[in-house]
């Protein structure tokens, strides 16, 4: 038996599938598209908010770090000032003590407490107290405290570690 063909009006010619199948792979594909680019636009709003929450934290804290450069209020001028300069004794104390024979290793400075911790090698015990001795003599020295010292191990001229804190007198 033989199918039958319908004619409704149109041509019935053999063929006509392909054009239609890419027809209909052409609207799948510009959903699809359409569909990609809204996904983009919303990605795209999502980081415009973001980078405004950022822009907008970044002029906090600038406005926080230039709040010290237009000081109108003499009291914080003048602690801006004493903050630059409070360091200056101990820079001026490390500086004066420079010594060959002194090996710094640690030098931790603390404005607030006035404080040195300091950890230097040297090459004998004797030098290492000389140096202490120098640094009590000082007259921007209020205190000074050994905290430990120890030979390091190895040829017989190995070099001594100390460790000492040295408190600073406060600028006049």
């Known amino acids: 038996m033989k199918a039958q063909r319908l004619d409704l009006y149109l041509a019935n ?45 970044e002029g906090a804290r600038r406005s926080i770090g230039d709040a010290h450069r237009s ?11 004493r903050q630059r300069y409070a360091m200056e004794p101990a820079r001026d104390l490390m500086e004066r003590g420079w010594h060959p024979g002194i090996a710094i290793v640690l030098l931790d400075l603390a404005t607030g407490t006035r404080q040195i911790d300091m950890v230097f ?10 140096y202490v001795d120098w640094l009590e003599r000082q007259a921007a020295t209020e205190r000074v405290l050994l905290k430990r010292q120890t ?9 001594v570690e100390t460790r000492l804190q040295v408190v600073w007198r406060p600028q006049p």
């Open 121 to 130: 090698e040297s090459r004998s015990a004797q030098e290492a107290l000389a």
């Open 13 to 57: 010619r053999p063929g006509q599938g392909l054009p239609v199948a890419s027809l209909l792979v052409a609207v799948v594909v510009l959903v699809a598209a359409m569909q990609y680019l809204q996904l983009l636009r919303d990605r795209g709003h999502v980081l415009d908010a973001r980078e405004a929450e950022i822009v907008r934290a």
């Open 71 to 81: 000081a109108t209020d003499p009291q914080a001028r003048e602690l801006m000032v």
């Open 151 to 159: 030979a390091k191990v190895g040829p017989p001229e190995a070099p």
